[in-house]
């Protein structure tokens, strides 16, 4: 399982703030809705957390994914980093 928080591919992050893809294929505040549509446009079998808190903002429930995948982590991230660019067209 691979856990997929919003911050991962938020473009207005840093990546001390979190992002993990770089900011040419990261995204303006995805929401968990758009990942799910782009996981599901990938066909990768997943399940949402909407209570969950990221680390670096626990005051702040963003949710998170959990992906079931045997990628790599980064290489996920910027597929999905992706397919969120398509669909926010």
Request: proline share 6%; aromatic share 6%.
């Amino acid at each position: 399982m691979i856990t997929v928080w919003p911050q991962y591919l938020d473009k207005n992050l840093s990546l001390n703030e979190g992002r993990k893809v770089s900011k040419e294929i990261a995204v303006e505040e995805p929401k968990l809705q758009d990942i799910e549509k782009a996981l599901k446009r990938l066909n990768l079998p997943y399940s949402t957390q909407k209570e969950r808190s990221y680390p670096g903002k626990w005051y702040e429930k963003s949710g998170r994914i959990l992906v079931e995948s045997d990628k790599p982590k980064l290489e996920l991230l910027k597929e999905i980093s992706l397919k969120l660019q398509e669909i926010k067209q």
